[in-house]
């Protein structure tokens, strides 16, 4: 399974963009997206469950970025706007297979057994 990460590039503070990550035609228990910016650890952005009906933010981009799913298309999406400096980083999709317990959201990249290759997102002040 490959997942195949794109739409990143430079946007000014206060811009959007918007990320795709297909899926190679499978379905899987969690989309996610996280972020890694020089120097630092592997963030968590965004995650799903299922359908995509269900979704968790942290406080950092809550309000400001939306994941989503086309099934349709086996492409998931995040949405960002409002975007700041610190949102600099590249981008990465992951995709959980393994099932769901519970109401538990998985928010740790070794949670996701799949990976994108990563788009690096640059927003300009």
């Known amino acids: 399974v490959q997942l195949q990460a794109s739409g990143g590039g430079v946007v000014q503070a206060g811009g959007s963009l918007k990320l795709s990550c297909s899926t190679s035609?499978?379905?899987?228990?969690?989309m996610a997206w996280f972020r890694q910016a020089p120097g630092k650890e592997r963030e968590f952005v965004a995650a799903d469950r299922w359908s995509g009906s269900s979704t968790y933010y942290p406080t950092s981009v809550k309000g400001r970025f939306t994941i989503s799913r086309d099934n349709g298309k086996n492409t998931v999406y995040l949405q960002m706007n409002s975007l700041k400096t610190e949102d600099t980083a590249v981008y990465y999709c992951?995709?959980?297979?393994?099932?769901?317990?519970?109401?538990?959201?998985?928010?740790?990249?070794?949670?996701?057994?799949?990976w994108g290759q990563g788009t690096q997102v640059t927003v300009s002040s």
């Open positions: 035609g499978r379905t899987f228990s969690s």
């Open positions: 992951a995709a959980r297979s393994f099932p769901l317990y519970g109401s538990a959201w998985y928010l740790r990249p070794s949670e996701y057994d799949y």
